[in-house]
């Protein structure tokens, strides 16, 4: 109903569609996610964001967050390349071996700058999240990438979510 009289906004309508979904959970007095096709897993792994600042300051904080128990880290990027290589590089050699990694540019690079990140950081083991804006460019990176790589900002419909999964 809603795209029928506002077309566009997803993320608007998205905080609606999941206050309906709730109501009509509540309605049928059940919880959410019985109503969502029911529960995978009793836990779920999280991550916590290794924010943007100094090599050292990445590094350290890195460490710390590993030490408060949690073995996934999203490093952000998508700054300069360079700074960022080190960023990174420093990241991965403060943490232990098997800490689960994602470098997130969100959509912060061009299909060359990311290139240069990804050609310079090989020797990490690490998935790459959202380097370019579009699917298309990220795609391009995708093409010479050996890691695996996730989008966010560019999926905003299933129509991109298909795209993507049809061009691997
Ligand atoms: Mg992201």
Redesign the pocket.
Known sequence: LMDTVFKGHPYIKSALDMACSDLAARAAGIPLVTLLGGRESESAELYKVVTHGTVDAMAALAKRIVEDGFHRL?VKVGGNVHDDIERVTAVAASVPKGTVIFC?A?AGWTPYQARQFADATRAIDYTF??PCTTIDECMSVRRSLDKPMVL??SVTSLDDMLDIHRKG
């Open positions: 999203q997130d969100n999240e959202q966010d900002e």
